[in-house]
């Protein structure tokens, strides 16, 4: 990601028009995931991706304004409770199959 490029973007623009923006982008992106789940899959897809690149690009810019650190500390502690839940689910499935099996 071009961090220079959103640096300048944020400076800009100022801190609340890309929080006001980041928010629009959310909203957009939820809206291109429903249209992707009850439309066609090919022609949704592509929108999909608009969408996603979109939030990634604010997204980045919120890096710039709230520093590295406190999002990635955030996004590490999700892929715990992540690796937990996951790790939760296989000994689940391990242990009724080994019920089934005796």
């Known amino acids: 990601m071009n961090r220079e490029l959103c640096k300048q973007a944020v400076e800009l623009y100022g801190v609340e ?7 629009e982008e959310c909203a957009e ?5 429903s249209h992707l789940r009850r439309r066609d899959y090919s022609t ?4 999909l991706f608009e969408e996603l690149a979109d939030v990634s690009i604010m997204i980045e810019q919120m890096r710039v304004i709230f520093g590295d650190l406190h999002i990635d500390n955030a996004i590490e502690r999700k892929l ?4 937990d839940r ?3 689910k ?3 499935q391990d242990d009724a199959s080994d019920s089934i099996h005796q």
């Open 17 to 23: 028009l890309q929080m006001s923006l980041l928010q």
């Open 29 to 33: 992106l939820i809206v291109a995931v």
């Open 44 to 47: 949704q897809l592509p929108l």
């Open 80 to 83: 715990i409770r992540l690796r």
């Open 86 to 88: 996951i790790m939760r």
């Open 90 to 92: 296989h000994k689940e």
